[in-house]
């Protein structure tokens, strides 16, 4: 069976615990008074029904009839008590009784064999005070819990607000921007385990930047160092004699000849190096026209015009990445639509792989189990980076449902779809966006 999985919040699980402790802590204090309390006050009217037996005793032996209520050989004596004088010693008892007031008794042997007892009910002003002193043992109780509820909610609620804080910077560090660092986004006077974590997630991140940059600039230089090489060899394929084996040497030079200059524009959108040149164009009609030069069978629609500030040859790079994509793993129709600052790109073909919906394109990765033939999986990817020099936003998407690819390609319904968000506000020549001044 399933385990059930209760989330709570750090603040609450703090505040349960110091509200648990403070209750047992007042509980445990609060029976240690009560009781000591209770005994005190027994012993104080034990030792004071003594005094006024001992006093009666006196008055007896002078008059030999009982005083101050005094009896002599009381029926209703307790038992222990009997006991006690049976061994010729005075003594004190306290009877507990089912209404709650306990009787005090006192009893003392005579010469004669005959007992002396007295025994009264325990004060009022005792008991009246006894009640007063657990009420406020039982008000002190609840306001200790309530009180360390509310020191918890404070505690926690400050430890929780600096995880969230490092939640979502390590969050945003995920999705790409490692310029940021969870130290800072922690901040606060008062350090904790909180920020041991937020340095080690910083750390991590360096690491990784290095990593990464690494690994880039090894990718760029070695793509750099083949560019030389594959030129001179697409050169003497040309000076190749025709013939069958000639087409295969030139077609597989020129293939590495584009997989040299892919890796090449690849690593200059890692390096965030790269700057769009904008201008204002009509999007749709560029898109037609595009289009029209790319795939000519390709059916374009624009629903809305709209007038964007971005980049033409970068517009273009994608859309003929999208489309390329579309014509070696999609079937046709291929339909480009444009709606205001929306691009959409739709073939009708099996649709994306899961893997690329789930984790955005891969480089090298094309979802073909043949990869003779397929491209070597890098156009998806620099669309992507080309989308993000522009500030545009690229999304895949499947038109029919997961796992029901054969049946929408039956209906004609399926198909992998591409969408282009154009931003509002185009990027600045330095790669950032301007701030808008409010009226």
């Keep these: 069976m399933r385990r059930l999985a209760l989330r709570t919040g750090v603040r609450w699980k703090i505040s349960i615990a110091i509200a648990a402790v403070g209750a047992l802590v007042a509980v445990a204090l609060s029976l240690v008074v009560h009781n000591s309390a ?12 003594l005094e006024r037996l001992l006093f009666a005793e006196r008055m007896y032996d002078s008059t030999k009839e009982p005083k101050f209520g005094t009896k002599v050989d009381d029926p209703a004596l307790p038992h222990d008590l009997r006991a006690k004088m049976k061994q010729g010693r005075r003594a004190t008892y306290v009877q507990e009784n089912a209404h709650g ?3 005090v008794w006192a009893a003392v042997p005579m010469g004669n064999g ?12 005792s008991a009246t005070i006894m009640k007063d002193l657990d009420r406020s043992l039982i008000i002190g109780s609840v306001s200790v819990v309530f009180g360390g509820c509310a020191l918890g909610v404070l505690i926690g609620g400050q ?9 979502g910077a390590a969050a945003r560090v995920a999705q790409g921007n490692t310029d940021v660092r969870v130290g800072d986004a922690v901040g606060g006077v008062v350090r904790d385990e909180t920020d041991d974590l937020a340095r080690a997630v910083d750390a991590l991140t360096d690491a990784l930047n290095e990593r990464i940059e690494a690994e880039r600039r090894v990718t760029a230089d070695i793509a750099h160092e083949l560019r ?29 000849r584009t997989l040299v200059e892919d890796v090449l524009e690849v690593a200059r959108l890692d390096s ?41 040859r970068r517009l273009e790079r994608i859309l003929g990445n999208l489309l390329a ?12 639509t444009v709606e205001g600052r929306v691009v959409r790109v739709r073939d009708h073909g099996p649709g994306f792989p899961e893997a690329l ?63 282009l968000w154009l931003p509002e506000h185009a990027p600045t020549t330095t790669g950032s966006f301007p701030i808008l001044k409010m009226p």
């Design 38 to 49: 209770r005994v005190s006050m027994l012993d104080n009217a034990r030792e004071v029904q």
């Design 272 to 312: 965030a190096s790269e700057r769009a040149e904008l201008q204002e164009i009509a999007l749709g009609e560029f898109v037609q026209r595009r289009v029209a030069l790319l795939d000519p069978a390709t059916e374009v629609k624009v629903v809305h015009e709209s007038w964007v500030n971005t980049d033409p």
């Design 357 to 419: 919906l789930r984790e955005g394109p891969s480089r090298f990765r094309t979802g073909a189990t043949d990869r003779a033939g397929h491209g070597h999986g890098l156009g998806l990817t620099i669309a992507a980076g080309q989308a993000r020099v522009l500030g545009a936003r690229l999304t895949f998407r499947n038109a029919g449902p997961v796992g029901m690819a054969e049946r929408a390609e039956a209906r004609g319904a399926g198909g992998a779809i591409a969408v």
């Design 228 to 256: 030389t090489p594959v030129t001179g060899l697409l050169t003497a394929a040309e000076l190749l004699p025709p013939g069958r084996p000639s087409e295969l040497v030139r077609d597989r030079a020129q293939a590495l």
């Design 325 to 336: 994509n579309a014509a070696k793993h999609g079937r046709t129709p291929v339909e480009v």
């Design 114 to 125: 005959a007992v002396l007892s007295l025994h009264n009910k325990f004060a009022d002003r």
């Design 101 to 103: 007031v306990p009787d």
């Design 159 to 167: 430890l929780s607000r600096r995880l969230r804080r490092a939640a």
